[in-house]
Every structure is written in structure tokens, then in C-alpha cells.
């Protein structure tokens, strides 16, 4: 098989397997709409709190949301509570055309470990298993109740452990599988170790061994270029790569990842299309959010868009003050010449 290769996630079939992460403040319909252009294979919104959803927040609607383009999609819930968080994918499942439920068990910012969620599911198998059990069952009963939409999969995403003390990836693997999870991905970091310092893809291996091709297993963590995600493949076996900072203001990593898996070559984007691609997330931005809150949202994702660009460090300074559309054409108008 080529390194490049469709996957199967239960009965829901993806044509690639390069996935966008669930990015907090990054993975909006409007971004994945543009790495699904780029060919991305499957993409999963920004992380959707279950106790705000059962509770009615607004906000969570807009999160949950497709891209035009996005036929095939995961909604990712974060929760502590498995009956909470059980409730909340069959919420989804009613107000989304969702193709999968994606539940966290990695994040490890500390107001989302505090109330039980994120990586707290990685240092308390037995919650995990709790909450994939509860959620799993859930959506077992609605998708037989709406046959026209299928098996819905429910899937997992944890660390590596809690800290260099607390390796539990082993432990939270074997709980999601007695569960019944339908895909898991790893990041190979623990939760102390946050976005910082190496992943060690080793764990994604032993974790691949583990799960012996009972279920799809995805890696994450230090595959941000096309180079790195097919050492990745080779090195771990794991079936697919879902690219997390590496693709922020970047969804061409995925064309050049295709390209470079496939004929062992790939092309890389002049500066004038980069930011094309970000002038059109702005356009999409203001389309959902309106102009300012738009405006708001682009000046940390210009910040990328714009990395690498000869004197970009003076160009950032600008980006952080921008308020307006036509601020930021300003701000860019001689890298678009």
C-alpha cells in the first residue's frame, strides 16, 4: 500500500489520509473549507464544550457548523461527564450533518483539565472509558433510529500520558478499544510537556502494535511538512497524519504533503497565493462573524500566513492592529503586488 492511501473510520469512508486537527481558535469552517480545497482528506471542527451545548450556549452552534465544501466532517466534544458528554453528541447529531464524533482526550490547557476534560481523560482511563462508552452507546441508538445517516463512528484523540511519571497511553488504549472507539489518535506528548519540546513517535508505534489493526490509529505531533509526515508513516505505521500547528496558516500543507507521498516531489506556493488563501479565510471570516470580530480572529492567523516573508517580523507588528478589511490589503498590499 502507498503511503498515501484512503482509510475506513467503522463504515465511514475517507479518500486520504491527512487530516486537519481540532484546533482551538484555528479550525474554523472557514480554514477547513481551504484545506479541504487543498485536500485535506477529512477535517474536525474546534473543540465544542458539552456542558455548554446541553446548556444552550449560541456560540457552540456557530463552532459546530460545516463548510460549504465539507461533505465529511467530525464535531469534537470536550467533557468530564459521560452522561454530559453522551447527551451532547446526540445534540450534534441532530442540529449537524456530522460524519463522526471526535471526543477530547488531549487538550492541556488547565481550565479544560480542571472540570475533567481534555487530558484529564488521558491520566483517568477508567473516565475515558466511561465517556466513550456512554457517548458510543448514545450514538449507536440515534444512528438506528436514522438509518438514512449511517453508522456514525465515535473517536478518541489522547496524549502520550500526564507527565514522564505517568505514561498511561497504554492503558487509555486498551480502555478505548473495550469502549468500543472506532479510531484513535495520539500525540505523542504528555500533558506536562503542553506543545513543547519532541513528540516520541516510538509511543505512536508501540501504540500501533497494540491496537493490531483492530481500529485506525492517526499520529500527531512534530508532522508540520511533507517530509515529516512520510517519516512519520514509515516510521510508526500509523494510518494516517493529522496535522495540528503545522497547517496554521498553511492549508497548502496538505497539496505539497499529496504531491510529495505520491511522486516523491511537490511545489511550494508563492508568497502572492499564501496570502491570497488568507485574504479568503478573511472574506469567509466576515461572511460568518461579520467585519470586526473577522478582523479580530485574522490577526493571529495573518501572523502565519505571513511567516517567512522577507521582513514579516515589521508586517506583524502592523497585523496586530488591524481592525479592518481594508487594514489588512494595506498591510499587504506590496507582498500582493
Known sequence: MTLY?????????LPGNLFLAPIAGYSDRAFRSLCIEQGASFCTTEMVSAEALTRGSGKTQELMLNAPNEKKY????????????????????????????????????????KSGAGSMLTKEPDR???IVSATKKAVKEYSDSHPERGKIPVTIKIRSGWDAGHMTWRECTLAALEAGADAITIHARTRAQGYEGKADWNIQRQLVELVDGRIPVFGSGDAHTP??????????????????????????????????????EYQTETIRERLSAGF???????????????CLLMRKKFCAYSSGIRGGAQLRQQVVHAESAEDYRRIFASSLE
Open 5 to 13: 492511501h484512503p482509510v475506513s473510520i467503522g463504515d465511514l469512508e
Open 74 to 113: 467530525a464535531v469534537q466534544l470536550f467533557g468530564g461527564n459521560a452522561d454530559v458528554v453522551a447527551r451532547a453528541a446526540v445534540m450534534v447529531l441532530e442540529q449537524t450533518p456530522c460524519s463522526a464524533i471526535d471526543i477530547n482526550g488531549g487538550c492541556p490547557v488547565p481550565k479544560i483539565v
Open 128 to 130: 475515558l472509558f466511561a
Open 227 to 264: 517530509e515529516t509526515a512520510r517519516k512519520m508513516l514509515e516510521e510508526t505505521g500509523v494510518d494516517g497524519v493529522m496535522f495540528a500547528r503545522g497547517a496554521m496558516g498553511d492549508p497548502f500543507l496538505f497539496k505539497r504533503t499529496i504531491q510529495y507521498l505520491t511522486t516523491g
Open 280 to 294: 479568503r479565510e478573511l472574506e469567509l471570516n466576515i461572511q460568518d462573524k461579520g467585519e470586526k470580530a473577522a
